[in-house]
């Protein structure tokens, strides 16, 4: 058969499948729980590193109206899109927030920054810290020394001994906070610069995220100049990356999960630009569920420049406000993430892409491939 008819073939038995194996129908699409998120993803397809070529990672395109899937990559993105379209970007910077202590007696732990409370005073994970309560060292820095190892809920409040800033501190010792599923050795090897670099978007400013915005990783200046060439807009939002983006669905019920709160900033520009969009009846494309997150957040109607905070859990059913098509990854089962995925295209098809996906061959998560959901 053909590659183009098994291609066809398959989409069309996949959709059908979809459709007889759903545990939840249109009519009690209210009722979606966690367990229909779920999924089983080969492990070779986690992605490890990303592509050479930012724009050579694979583009599944998903069109709603058809319920057709194409396969391109992500340099066809630019012939995807309208003109007038805008995409929103979140342009979070990444912080170095991973780094290694050590004890007196030579024990390591590690630890992950999560906020600066002060100078000189942070909120930060140890990892296997026990009872411990002596001073600890940074491993690559001995002469900075953490001590005052506080519990605050799942977590530590520490003093620093340094009167730099904590971004000075980890820009200078940390390493990027790669996910788990992203194997890397425990010691420094040539990879930590080479994630420094590929685990940041190249518009990145606002230094803030624990995480990266990873449907930003795949645009490079070069392709930024192919859509203004066509007539795309783009436009920036800021929303800091926290932990909580990895938080799995602990609970049956969608309803019953308790989100993380993330801290957000709209420009004015940004606001404007994406009302006078709205006015146009051009479409509002996201980039990422970080900017979608915090678009939905908004109010129905005109928005708003402002900072703010977000604790938005969008699942299906939902009625979309402000954004008309997404660029994301492909996500984790089970997740927050993978929830908004379903409630812009439905529970059903968000089971025919990724069963689509992992037939493919598809690369998922931060460093894998991209979807363009229109």
Known sequence: MPDDAWRQHFTWFMWIASRLTSRASDARVDRVNASELD???PLELIAQVPT???????LLHYTRATHVIDHKTFSDLPSLLRRGDLLVFNDSQVVPARFTLRKITGGRIEGLFVREISTGRWRVMLKNLGTFTGDLHFETEPAVVVSNATKADDEYEVDVSTTEPALIVLGRLGRMPLPPYIRREKDRDERDDFDRQRYQTVFAKAAG????????????PALMTRLDEVGVERAFLTLHVGLGTFKPIATDKL???AMHVEAYSIPHETADAINRAKRDGRRVIAVGTTSARVLESQPAGEIA???GETGIF???PYA???VNAMVTNFHLPKSTLIALVAAIVGLDEQRLIYAEAIAFRYRFFSYGDVMFLE
């Open 39 to 41: 999924f089983h993803l």
């Open 52 to 58: 050479p070529d930012r724009t050579a990672s694979r």
């Open 209 to 220: 995220s624990i995480a990266a915005p990873t449907a930003g990783l795949h645009f490079t």
């Open 255 to 257: 309803e019953d999960h």
């Open 305 to 307: 420049a402002k900072s």
């Open 314 to 316: 969008i699942y299906p």
């Open 320 to 322: 979309w406000k402000h």
